[in-house]
């Protein structure tokens, strides 16, 4: 739990006659004989805190605001000489000048006060502590035991009732456990604003709940941010499904750690026992998370355990078909292949993925191969990502530049463009959170939200950005309707037809255009504006006109660390420009070798629309899922026609069955490493599990082998007769902190001001004739991705995902809500549930990616939709006539 940073200034009540004068805004009183200086306005509770009196509580939390409901922390309070006539709960009341507190250590009857609140909150505790998933880190044992009488007066029958309420798939209510301390209903309220959770009844009846739970109506506890009451609740009333029953606190071994589901770092706590993780709780952290997670970042972490778990190399036959084979004939293997598509001395057959040439069983390359009519292929793309710890983004981005001699490299698997890279290599990279950081959100006088809908893609800056709504911070948001995260903000919307997000920049309300003239304002902006021609360049054109400063918050974990480490085309490892000739013959004497790519490369449509092409050779592919990329379709050709496929990844994909060579790597909880974050701050996470023998290496019985992304490349490259000197995390972070601080002179400067460019017309602007219905997407948070794998609980609160439009245009198109309709594209139809929204006529919202029942997954760049394109609406049945399909 927070406390105060500052330790207060103290004295013993006898030592009045020197004491220097009260600074300002402060206040003098005593606290159990002890005179201490505190801020005007603080709680007396957090003045005993900065003294190291401990004063017990339930309701208490620094983080939510004052409700004096258990009334555990009774002091005893005189003002002006005079005794209060009963004790005060010191969590409610402030401090005052010449106050005198008395807590339990020196007052007799504060401590008989808490001791009879302490039996009273017992009546109808049940006794199941050795059942209960609190025991062994339960506030309410510790204080019985320090603050409660050694017997109880009371044996009446305890109240009870049916346990445990689920009141949702992740979350189970004992009710007869809880105390109504109210933290888990002003979290939902305050924090996450969800107010799905309640105090129920009155009386003796009163107990948490939901109205659906009460009443047989209403909604369960949705929210992305559930998992957090489990976590603060002091009683264990609150438990959650997936980790109920499992284990107790002393079977665990605890390792701090970071987040790997955003690009927020947030501080996390993993809870571990026999190889695998039990849980994952929220860290303490004041300067990203605070104390709180998302639910995807607590509950999705059984994927390092999946059964499609690569437990060692794979290697594609004479058969076709992928065998396990050792690391040491897997990594040749792999080198042969790379050399030979490198440099352009082999083809393969169009059937598919077998190579033609004979390998030499000495070293595993190619001794001969078929001749074809035509110009061989020639070189390698490397695709390698977006959830690299920023070591292994930089062992990439070395391998490909030194091993592979290409700069078709890029890490982006998602929609970009090259007004993007522009924008970034100039504006971002190189930043750090003394630009713009969590805090800054808090403090700013008002921030915009561009392509960025932050609870579905960055949950923990939606909670900092709704506390700075709650303390006066005016947020904005850039979209077509009130999401959940514009009304928890405050309700501002500029309201946008999709794909024309530039020309509603270039004319925002005055009222939003004078606070971002204010000193401090901040403008966020989301990857999905690569999607949008030209609005990289109006969110650089309005930072020019008002100074708001602007940061870039990316989906993935390691896209930010990726983008300083250079794995995007025509970007060195620190910044610097391959084009730049002294940039790169500064880095090819740091990295020992004679020169290095002069030509800024193919990023990824290009190097997929190569290699299907049949221009590239090979693909070198880390953790990529086809489904994920702009053009899947594209993807699975350049997959099919290339000649060498090598993937480093975890779990079985739909790249592994394509590939020659699979390499396994290690998951986040067996490797150690640094993720930085949206701000530029790096997270730094040790590792979890050593993955070395015993049950720590095992899958489903199976030993499994695997290292680091910088340890294989590594590897990999001394097979090609290269050297990385990337052969573990600590070496290869402390060479790219070397090679950024050598480069940085020659980066872009950051501070410059934003740089227009040839700005493309929104395909909106030319619309002319019948209306025609333009789509809206982004992702939602829980939507099936592959890092969701076996949590059914966490599956289960997922937003069901629907198509939204107006009213006005439903009633054109004879649209009901919950009818189930068609939404068509050019390679196929999707059929979901309307749901009426206040978007602008004409235009249709829906998830980029749907999850279906099979496991599978439908996104609408499968079916040749895009953001700001037309769409068709199909059908209208009833929800009971049909289900999403």
């Not at 004491?19 to 957090?46: C, M, N, Q, S």
């Not at 004992?174 to 002003?186: A, F, G, H, M, S």
């Not at 605890?254 to 996390?268: K, L, N, Q, R």
């Not at 778990?309 to 790379?338: C, F, K, N, Y």
Request: charged share 25%; net charge negative.
């Amino acid at each position: 739990m927070t406390a105060a940073s500052e330790r207060a200034p103290e004295r013993t009540s006898g030592e009045q006659d020197d004491l220097p004068p009260v600074p300002g805004g402060h206040v003098r009183l005593t606290i159990d004989d002890r005179i201490v200086d505190a801020p005007k306005g603080e709680l007396i509770i957090r003045t005993c805190e900065r003294l190291g009196i401990v004063v017990p509580r339930f309701c208490d939390h620094p983080l939510l605001d004052p409700a004096g409901a258990c009334r555990q922390c009774l002091v005893e309070v005189e003002m002006n000489g005079r005794a209060m006539p009963k004790p005060q709960a010191s969590c409610t009341m402030t401090v005052a000048d010449g106050m005198v507190v008395k807590t339990q250590m020196t007052s007799a009857v504060a401590d008989k006060a808490q001791q009879g609140v302490m039996e009273l909150l017992l009546i109808n505790h049940p006794l199941d502590c050795p059942v209960c998933d609190k025991g062994g880190e339960c506030p309410l044992q510790n204080q019985a035991m320090s603050s409660g009488r050694a017997e109880s007066r009371f044996v009446e029958e305890k109240r009870t009732f049916a346990k445990p309420l689920p009141i949702s798939d992740e979350v189970l209510l004992d009710r007869e456990r809880c105390v109504l301390c109210q933290r888990c209903t002003r979290f939902s309220r305050q924090i996450a604003g969800d107010q799905f959770i309640e105090l129920l009844e009155r009386g003796a009846h009163q107990q948490i709940g939901t109205e659906e739970t009460a009443f047989g109506e209403g909604e369960d506890f949705q929210s992305y941010y559930s998992g957090n009451t489990i976590q603060i609740c002091p009683v264990g009333a609150l438990t959650s499904a997936s980790y109920r029953f499992r284990s107790r606190p002393f079977d665990l071994v605890s390792t701090p750690g970071i987040g790997e589901h955003d690009a927020s770092g947030a501080a996390v706590r993993r809870d571990w026992r026999r190889g695998a993780v039990q849980r994952v709780l929220a860290g303490d952290d004041p300067d990203v998370n605070e104390e709180w997670i998302d639910d995807k970042t607590r509950f999705a972490f059984r994927y390092s355990q999946a059964a499609d778990r690569i437990a060692r190399p794979l290697v594609r036959g004479d058969d076709g078909e992928l065998v396990e084979a050792s690391w040491t004939d897997a990594l040749e293997r792999a080198a042969g292949l790379l050399v030979t598509a490198r440099d352009g001395t082999g083809r393969r057959s169009s059937q598919g993925s077998t190579p033609i040439g004979e390998l030499d069983p000495a070293n595993g390359r190619p001794t001969g191969t078929e001749e074809e009519p035509g110009e061989p292929k020639r070189g390698v793309g490397v695709l390698p990502g977006g959830r690299l710890t920023l070591e292994d983004a930089y062992a990439w981005s070395k391998f490909a530049r030194v091993a592979l001699a290409t700069d078709d490299v890029d890490m982006r698997a998602r929609a970009s463009s090259a007004e993007e890279l522009d924008f970034l290599a100039a504006h971002v990279v190189g930043q750090g959170p003394e630009h713009v950081s969590f805090a800054a959100l808090e403090a700013a006088p008002a921030v915009l939200c561009v392509a960025l809908e932050p609870e579905e893609e960055s949950p923990i800056v939606l909670l900092r950005l709704r506390k700075a709504a709650r303390t006066g911070t005016a947020v904005w948001h850039l979209g077509q309707w009130s999401t959940p995260a514009v009304v928890k903000t405050g309700g501002h919307l500029v309201r946008a037809l999709p794909g024309a997000e530039p020309v509603a920049l270039d004319a925002l309300p005055d009222e939003l255009d004078a606070a971002l003239d204010l000193p401090d304002a901040v403008v966020l902006v989301g990857e999905r504006a690569a999607e949008v021609p030209g609005l990289y360049d109006a969110v650089g054109a309005l930072a020019n006109r008002t100074g708001a400063r602007v940061a870039w918050v990316p989906r993935r974990a390691g896209e930010r660390g990726a983008l300083d480490a250079g794995l995007v085309p025509g970007l060195l490892p620190g910044g610097a420009a391959v084009a730049d000739g002294d940039a790169r013959a500064a880095l090819a004497s740091s990295w020992g070798v004679p020169e290095l790519p002069a030509t800024p490369g193919r990023d990824l449509t290009g190097i997929l629309r190569a290699a299907a092409d049949g221009e590239l050779a090979g693909l070198v592919v880390g953790g990529v899922e086809v489904d994920d990329l702009p053009d899947p379709a594209l993807a699975r050709a350049a997959l099919r026609e290339a000649d060498v496929v090598v993937s480093l990844e975890q779990r079985r994909s739909e790249v592994t069955e394509y590939a020659d060579v699979v390499l396994p790597v290690a998951p986040v909880i067996h490797k150690a490493g640094t993720f930085r974050n949206w701000e530029g701050r790096d997270r730094r996470f040790a590792t979890t599990i050593d993955p070395s023998g015993g049950s720590a290496g095992r899958v489903g019985g199976t030993a499994v082998i695997t290292l680091p992304d910088c340890r294989v490349l590594d590897t990999l490259a001394v097979e090609m007769d290269v050297d990385l000197f990337t052969q573990t995390v600590e070496v290869a972070g402390a060479e790219f902190a070397r090679v950024s601080e050598a480069l940085a002179p020659m980066r872009a400067a950051a501070n410059a001001p934003f740089a227009p460019s040839t700005r493309a017309n929104s395909p909106l602007a030319e619309e002319t004739g019948e209306p025609t219905l333009r789509l809206a997407t982004w992702r939602q948070l829980l939507d099936g991705g592959r890092l969701l794998v076996d949590e059914p609980e966490l599956a289960g609160t997922a937003r069901p995902p629907k198509v939204r439009l107006s009213a006005a245009t439903a009633a054109r198109l004879g649209l009901v809500e919950d009818a189930t309709v068609g939404l068509e594209g050019p390679r196929g139809t999707l059929h979901l549930p309307v749901e009426l929204a206040d978007l602008p006529d004409d235009v249709v919202w829906a998830p980029a990616r749907v999850p279906q029942p099979d496991g599978g997954v439908v996104t609408l760049a499968a079916l040749g939709l895009t953001h700001g394109g037309p769409v068709g609406i199909a059908g209208g049945r009833h929800a009971h006539e049909g289900s999403p399909a």
